[in-house]
């Protein structure tokens, strides 16, 4: 399956770094203990940090608020997907357990200060593009409602798009029926190109450690 980043993107956000990984083979299903009690550690320590830092002292928050600044995207009513997520624990609403492939992708989300999208692959069609989202781009997302994409980042396959660092999309959501999976990083800019490879996988290993299958990574450069 071929990913591309579009020039439209990279011509307004230089430096742009996407880590793609691509599974196949996976059974997905309740999280192990491991996973749940590594993603309560880490939310509640998380809680303290946040009762002593903003927001933007966090790297990757102050980063992906920069970037969806530059495309057009306010990114006081558009929270990046992981701003959001440190929001939610800001006011100890911690995020409980989905299954096994969204607990380990909303754990490495908050580790790495960064949005990720995890989607079934069964479900994409053609060529994907990550490109920037048009005033006719939406779609009904995980949050429960219909979202416009205009001057969001967005994951495209040809029925349209699927994914943004924003929210993702109902239509190609990962549930415990997935045998086939993408990933999608959205690396901060500055991170050097070998550190974005060794985080992509280190992502990928502890994925495959739990869901078995195989898997492959690459860095999309803008």
Do not use: C
Request: charged letters at 25%; zero cysteines; a negative charge.
């Amino acid at each position: 399956m071929e990913i591309n980043i579009s020039t439209d993107l990279s011509d307004k956000i230089p430096g742009l770094k996407v880590g793609i990984i691509i599974y196949d083979n996976i059974e997905v299903g309740p999280s192990p203990q491991m996973v749940k009690g590594r993603l309560q550690l880490f939310q509640e320590a998380l809680f303290f940090d946040l009762e002593e830092k903003e927001f933007t002292d966090f790297s990757g928050i102050k980063e992906w608020r920069a970037i969806f600044k530059a495309t057009g995207a306010n990114p006081s009513r558009y929270r990046p997907s992981v701003e959001a997520l440190y929001r939610r624990i800001k006011k100890q609403n911690y995020l409980a357990p989905i299954h096994s492939a969204t607990d380990l992708n909303n754990f490495f989300s908050l580790l790495y200060e960064v949005p990720i999208g995890i989607y079934d692959a069964d479900k994409l069609k053609g060529e994907i593009a990550i490109k920037l989202g048009k005033d006719t781009d939406g779609y009904v997302g995980l949050n429960g409602r219909f979202n416009s994409l205009e001057n969001m980042i967005v994951s495209a396959d040809h029925d349209g798009p699927f994914g943004s660092p924003y929210v993702d999309s109902e239509r190609t959501k990962v549930t415990e029926e997935t045998k086939s999976a993408i990933q999608i990083i959205y690396l901060q800019t500055k991170t050097p190109v070998k550190e974005a490879q060794q985080l992509t996988k280190s992502l990928m290993d502890m994925f495959l450690e739990i869901h078995g299958g195989e898997g492959t990574y690459s860095i999309l450069e803008g």
